[in-house]
T-cell receptor, first 109, second 114 residues
Framework: RKEVEQDPGPFNVPEGATVAFNCTYS??????FFWYRQDCRKEPKLLMS???SGNEDGRFTAQLNRASQYISLLIRDSKLSDSATYLCGLTGTASKLTFGTGTRLQVTL | NAGVTQTPKFQVLKTGQSMTLQCAQD?????MYWYRQDPGMGLRLIYY???????DKGEVPNGYNVSRLNKREFSLRLESAAPSQTSVYFCASSEGGIRNQPQHFGDGTRLSIL
């Protein structure tokens, strides 16, 4: 089993829709969790950290489920500009981040 | 504020040639990282440096060497380039430590090996 797994998509959703992605991880000792956004041929950029109690940033909500070992990202009221690949990343007991392969989102008119 | 700067942005090499990818950060971060990204493979860690003076292998270190020149700079060297090393290379940095360490990425080096 891969350390971090994501559905590659693409998720095709109409503008204004709500869409959610999950990211599962195998190492129960994982410490910190993040969602990154990557536009085509660009560098990944931090979207938000994921806290144990869940957290929200505008239209974006991130949640952590340690019991089932997954994190989720919910995007409400999708915009065309949300079209991108969303990468989850997590750290274990060493000072390094492991990424999933990403989920591609395409928001259409 | 430049953040993480990578040079060069593009490079074409012939098989067997060597080259060094440069990375510098101006955020006073302790940890630095080199990744490669290939279609369908996601970001794979090549080497990282948790702090100045230390380097460690990541998931795919074969064919690469690194140097943490000082706190700001972390270079990646290909001694004898192979076509399998054609990829997009990203350097990243973070404050370090286990918890809450989001990484900041450079804008990548697109490397083609012929």
């Amino acid at each position: 089993r891969k350390e971090v797994e994501q559905d590659p998509g693409p998720f095709n959703v109409p503008e204004g829709a709500t869409v959610a992605f999950n990211c599962t991880y195998s190492n129960s000792a994982s410490q910190s969790f993040f969602w990154y956004r990557q536009d085509c041929r660009k560098e990944p950029k931090l979207l938000m950290s994921v806290y144990s109690s869940g957290n929200e940033d505008g239209r974006f909500t991130a949640q952590l489920n340690r019991a089932s070992q997954y994190i989720s990202l919910l995007i409400r009221d999708s915009k065309l500009s949300d079209s991108a690949t969303y990468l989850c990343g997590l750290t274990g007991t060493a000072s390094k981040l492991t990424f999933g392969t990403g989920t591609r989102l395409q928001v259409t008119l | 504020n430049a953040g993480v700067t990578q040079t060069p942005k593009f490079q074409v090499l012939k098989t067997g040639q060597s080259m060094t990818l440069q990375c510098a950060q101006d955020m006073n971060h302790n940890s630095m990282y080199w990744y490669r990204q290939d279609p369908g493979m996601g970001l794979r860690l090549i080497y990282y440096s948790a702090s100045e003076g230390t380097t460690d292998k990541g998931e795919v270190p074969n064919g690469y060497n690194v140097s943490r020149l000082n706190k700001r700079e972390f270079s990646l060297r290909l001694e004898s380039a192979a076509p399998s090393q054609t990829s997009v290379y990203f350097c990243a940095s973070s404050e370090g430590g286990i918890r809450n360490q989001p990484q900041h990425f450079g804008d990548g080096t697109r490397l083609s090996i012929l």
